[in-house]
C-alpha cells in the first residue's frame, strides 16, 4: 500500500479498522474445536483453523458487513452475519455495532446441528 499511496500522493481514503470481540462461549468453542483437531486430525488441521479464523478477522475488520446474513436468526432484534469455516462445517456468527465499530463474534455453530439449538443460543 506504501508504493500506491506514494504514487497516489493522498488521495486514498484510509480505511477504518473495526475492532473484533470474542464472547467467551465463543472463544470456549474455538479452543475445544482447534484442541479437538488437534487429538483426531492432527497439527495441520489445527492450523486450517487457526488460518480460517486469521482469514475472517482479517476481513471483518475492513469490512465488517461482507459476509451475507444468518437466515436463521433473521427474527432477532440484530442483523447477524455468518462466515462458513472448515469445509463449510462450521459458521461463525457475529454482528456489527455501528456505534461502536466493532464485530461482535457470537457463536461458533457446527452446522450438524438442528437447527434451532443456534437460535436458542442466540440471545
Not at 56 to 69: G, I
Not at 82 to 95: D, E, G, S, T
Request: hydrophobic content about 40%.
Amino acid at each position: 500500500m506504501g508504493l500506491v499511496r506514494r504514487r497516489l500522493g493522498s488521495s486514498l481514503p484510509e480505511v477504518s479498522m473495526a475492532k473484533i470481540a470474542w464472547r467467551k462461549r465463543a472463544l470456549q468453542l474455538l479452543d475445544a474445536y482447534i484442541g479437538n483437531a488437534s487429538e483426531e486430525f492432527g497439527q495441520s488441521t489445527a492450523l486450517k483453523w487457526a488460518e480460517e479464523i486469521g482469514s475472517f478477522e482479517d476481513r471483518v475488520r475492513c469490512y465488517p458487513l461482507s459476509y451475507p446474513p444468518e437466515s436463521l436468526l433473521r427474527c432477532k432484534e440484530k442483523a447477524y452475519r455468518r462466515c462458513h469455516i472448515m469445509n463449510r462445517r462450521f459458521k461463525i456468527v457475529y454482528f456489527y455495532d455501528e456505534v461502536k465499530d466493532a464485530v461482535i463474534v457470537m457463536d461458533i455453530w457446527d452446522t450438524r446441528m438442528n437447527p434451532k439449538t443456534l437460535i436458542k443460543r442466540i440471545k
